[in-house]
Each structure stands twice: as structure tokens, then as C-alpha cells.
């Protein structure tokens, strides 16, 4: 049985407030399954590494540090994803790990950034019409799935 939950995030850059922010906000967004575990005496931890190569370097490291433990990436996708998740991230990244399965990764949509226009009535209280309007025009085109806009596009905004 598992005692320890080990989960390495991409996210926070390198300002450590941040990445404390980072993980109280995965804190109470996993805190249904955190409160599982606990009554079930597993240990939880997350991990927020910074950048993307930081959080691969974390886990695999964490791999041979707590081979005990249930070690689990979560980075951002990146890009279009049509296969497993460590198929994609070795067509991508080339990041290898070919003696890990599926289960000990899971991919965030191409970019964080696409999540704040889920909700274009509360960003306008925040940015410039203008931006706005651009970025209604993106989810009419999206149909509103941000899992599939890509930074790029939230770049040209």
C-alpha cells in the first residue's frame, strides 16, 4: 500500500512567495483527495518546482530519493495532445522515462494563461475592452475550449 503522495508541479517561477501561493492554491483545489489520504495515513506533499525542466528534474530525481513513495508529474501540455501523456512529453520535450507508466504523469492544459478566458464577464473587470473583445472573438472561434488554445494565440492578444 502507498504511504507517501508525492506531486511535482510546474508553476511559480523562481520567487518563492509564489510558489507558495501556487501550492496552497493545488492545496484546496486537491483537498478532497488530501483529506483521503491523510485518514488513510498517507503522507502528501506538493511540490512546486518553477519551470517545466525544474519539475521533470524534481521527479526524476524523487524516483530514486523516495522510491516508496507515489511520484507524480503534472506539467502544462504545451501543445496539442494526441497521444499518452510520456509519449507526448518525449515527442516534445524528449524527456525520457521509460521505466515510468502513465499513471505518475498527467498533462495541464498548453497553457495556463488559457483559463482566464473561461470567464470574460470577470477578466472585463480587470483589462481593457479592447483585449476583451479579441478575446470573445477567440472562444467563438475555440468554441470555448481552453484546453485546446494555445499560448501563442493568448499572445497575440
Not at 51 to 56: I, T
Request: net charge positive.
Amino acid at each position: 500500500m502507498v504511504k507517501e503522495i508525492r506531486i511535482y508541479i510546474e508553476g511559480g517561477g523562481d520567487d518563492r512567495d509564489t510558489k507558495r501561493k501556487i501550492r496552497q492554491g493545488f492545496s484546496g483545489f486537491l483537498k478532497n483527495l488530501v483529506y483521503i489520504a491523510r485518514n488513510k495515513r498517507i503522507k502528501w506533499d506538493i511540490i512546486v518546482c518553477g519551470s517545466r525542466n525544474n519539475a521533470f528534474r524534481s521527479f526524476k530525481n524523487a524516483l530514486e530519493d523516495y522510491p516508496d513513495a507515489f511520484n507524480m508529474l503534472l506539467v502544462d501540455s504545451e501543445a496539442a495532445v494526441n497521444k499518452l501523456p510520456w509519449e507526448h512529453l518525449k515527442s516534445r520535450d524528449n524527456w525520457d522515462s521509460s521505466n515510468v507508466d502513465d499513471t505518475h504523469c498527467h498533462l495541464m492544459v498548453q497553457a495556463m494563461e488559457a483559463m482566464f478566458i473561461a470567464d470574460i464577464d470577470t477578466l472585463k473587470k480587470f483589462g481593457s475592452s479592447v483585449r476583451c473583445a479579441k478575446l470573445s472573438n477567440l472562444i467563438a472561434h475555440k468554441t470555448c475550449n481552453t484546453r485546446t488554445v494555445a499560448l501563442k494565440s493568448l499572445k497575440t492578444l
